[in-house]
T-cell receptor, first 113, second 114 residues
């Protein structure tokens, strides 16, 4: 089954403790992206990657890092999480052959206390 | 500056009637538009899209209309069903940069009343 898999689904952590949210896709997609969803703000892009070793900032990159060492994986790293990063995070992937329609993962609900 | 706007946070429609969800955009470089549907506790799922070279695209009960001069698009759902109750996101992309970077609106919550 074609899918984007994120882990974990839920995470509660403390301020300053480094964490990684993993994302993997099995569709051989070139593009991958991370979004966060907050009430009243919709979906905002954090980082995106057009292919292996090619990453760039989205609209809200502060406090986040990403890497794209393999085509299928695109982890999101929070080096020193803060409470304002409490949010619902989505990973997504796409290919130009699909006309731009991103496939999203099921989401990771992160709470930073 | 919000480039994609969904001005109605919510919409209620009777089952069997038409649902019309609206979206406006400000960036004239956008040339590809998409609608996503999102249920609680799930990721958004792609619904329908339209290229700027068209003014209408239809897929079953879902039709998207694009008015480039007004920088406006709309999603029509006919007939509406209770299972259509979800949050709908409009998204726009500029393909000229070599990638499809999606800019999303804030979403409209549709409630279809049985």
């Amino acid at each position: 089954e074609a899918q984007v898999t994120q882990n974990p689904r839920y995470l509660i952590t403390v301020t300053g403790k480094k964490l990684t949210v993993t994302c993997s896709q099995n569709m051989n997609h070139e593009y991958m992206s991370w979004y966060r969803q907050d009430p009243g703000l919709g979906l905002r892009q954090i980082y995106y990657s057009m292919n292996v070793e090619v990453t760039d900032k989205g609209d809200v990159p502060e406090g986040y890092k990403v890497s794209r060492k393999e085509k299928r994986n695109f982890p999101l790293i929070l080096e020193s999480p803060s409470p304002n990063q409490t949010s619902l995070y989505f990973c997504a992937s796409s290919t130009p052959r699909d006309g731009g329609g991103y496939t999203f993962g099921s989401g990771t609900r992160l709470t930073v206390v | 500056d919000q480039q994609v706007k969904q001005n109605s946070p919510s919409l209620s429609v009777q089952e069997g009637r038409i649902s019309i969800l609206n979206c406006d955009y400000t960036n004239s470089m956008f040339d590809y538009f998409l609608w996503y549907k999102k249920y609680p506790a799930e990721g958004p799922t792609f619904l329908i899209s339209i290229s700027s070279i068209k003014d209408k695209n239809e897929d079953g009960r879902f039709t998207v209309f694009l008015n480039k001069s007004a920088k406006h698009l709309s999603l029509h759902i006919v007939p509406s069903q209770p299972g259509d109750s979800a949050v709908y996101f409009c998204a726009a992309a500029y393909s000229g940069a070599g990638s499809y970077q999606l800019t999303f609106g804030k979403g409209t919550k549709l409630s279809v009343i049985p």
